[in-house]
């Protein structure tokens, strides 16, 4: 082996140490996940809105169906500090599901059910949106996560 190959090798090497350094820095000290693809549950092709599932006054769980070109339920209400267990599921094509403003990053493959706890703390609107192309609509899918003190109020 030359010189040449022998640098361009050492160079490759560093470089794959560092991506994985960077990626367990990621996930210990900033909260990076992978979602995971839940395999004991059937996918589904009826939404379900935000509903408790446990004792928790702040635990909700919502499946949510993407479809051409909308997510259902397009709008998911919660209080402030909720943990929404989110599952997700395509009825047609691959889509994506990505909440603007946090790290929440998913993909909703037919056939298959995706899963992801998400929090959160400040009262707001938080857009989501499809990354994934599925048709000629994709850029009008979107949706919303609406966080806010008068959710959930018939619940008390």
């Known amino acids: 082996m030359d010189r040449i190959e022998k640098t ?3 160079i490759a090497i560093l470089l794959l140490v560092v991506f994985f350094g960077a990626i367990v820095v990621a996930a210990t000290n900033y909260g990076v996940d992978v979602p ?3 395999t004991d549950r059937k996918p589904f092709v009826e939404s379900a809105p935000p509903f408790k599932t446990s004792d928790q006054p702040l ?21 402030p500090g909720a ?24 993909m909703a493959v037919p ?11 400040r009262e707001g609107t938080y857009r ?8 000629t609509a994709h850029h009008l899918m979107a949706g919303t996560i609406v ?8 619940e008390q």
């Open 83 to 106: 943990e929404i267990d989110l599952y997700l599921s395509s009825a047609d094509v691959v889509h994506g599901f990505h909440v603007e403003g946090t790290n929440t990053n998913l």
């Open 147 to 154: 966080v806010s003190h008068t959710a959930m109020e018939g």
């Open 111 to 121: 056939g298959a059910v995706t899963y992801t706890r998400l929090k959160f703390d």
């Open 59 to 79: 635990r909700y769980e919502v499946h949510t169906v993407a479809r051409m070109w909308m997510f259902d339920p397009p709008e998911i209400t919660v209080p």
């Open 8 to 10: 361009v090798m050492v």
């Open 128 to 135: 989501v949106l499809c990354h994934e192309y599925c048709g």
């Open 36 to 38: 995971t693809c839940v």
